[in-house]
């Protein structure tokens, strides 16, 4: 890349979202700095590649001209993302009133006392739909960071489900004891329960026999003292 006079080229080097079967564009802009009408020609060492619009033209003082490169439709992409594809643009200073049907070949050739300049960009790839960045653990079992933005923001969303997810089996395994211990109340109580109408049954049951019992035995009792002392009376007679 050298020093160019006439024309100011932005950027300094092409670079291609590289998506396999599908076409690629970058733009670059050709200033003029100089105070002459200049010409300019985009080449390529790859011409079948690329399509360039518009390849040639006449820039006025001071203005800017907007090209456009379109890479064709890759069907593998290259071994560590390398391109060896360059560009080259000339420029030459022209009188006025030439236009763009005006320029032949000749136009930028180099000759005696004419200037021709050239400026030399390289193709970079740039990877289309880049690969998310795998986040670090701080320590075994920790939950990874939040992932930081552009504009300095946290993105928690991930980092937040995965603590909710591990405080929930601590959550439940607290919880464990206290539930059993629930489960321990309530079967006691319903047993207590349970157990209090037999209580009350076999209490009336006890109550009923003594009442139906009760009553023939003093009968048997008093009769037996009756008869006694009738024995006992008749004996002291005789």
Do not use: W
């Amino acid at each position: 890349m050298g020093a160019n006079e006439l024309l100011n080229i932005q950027p300094t080097e092409l670079k291609f979202p590289l998506e396999l079967r599908k076409q690629s564009s970058c733009s670059m802009q050709l200033t003029n700095k100089s105070n002459q009408h200049v010409a300019f020609k985009v080449k390529t060492t790859s011409p079948k590649k690329y399509c360039v619009r518009p390849n040639t033209g006449v820039i006025s003082p001071g203005t800017t001209c907007d090209v456009t490169v379109t890479m064709q439709a890759q069907k593998e992409a290259p071994h560590d993302m390398q391109c060896r594809d360059k560009f080259l643009v000339q420029s030459v200073v022209v009188p006025d009133g030439v236009t763009t049907k005006d320029l032949t070949p000749e136009t930028f050739n180099k000759e005696e006392g004419k200037v021709v300049e050239e400026f030399k960009l390289r193709v970079v790839y740039i990877y289309a739909n880049p690969p998310s960045p795998v986040p670090e653990e701080s320590e075994e079992g920790s939950p990874p960071r939040a992932n930081m933005h552009e504009n300095g923001y946290q993105d928690t969303t991930l980092a937040s489900a995965v603590t909710s997810s591990l405080k929930e089996p601590k959550e439940k395994s607290s919880e464990q004891p206290m539930i059993s211990k629930l489960s321990l109340d309530s079967d006691s109580s319903l047993q207590r329960n349970q157990r209090r109408p037999q209580a009350l049954d076999l209490q009336k049951q006890e109550l009923s026999q003594r009442q139906s019992g009760g009553f023939p035995l003093l009968l048997v009792v008093v009769m037996v003292g009756v008869i006694g002392i009738l024995i006992g009376y008749l004996l002291k007679k005789t």
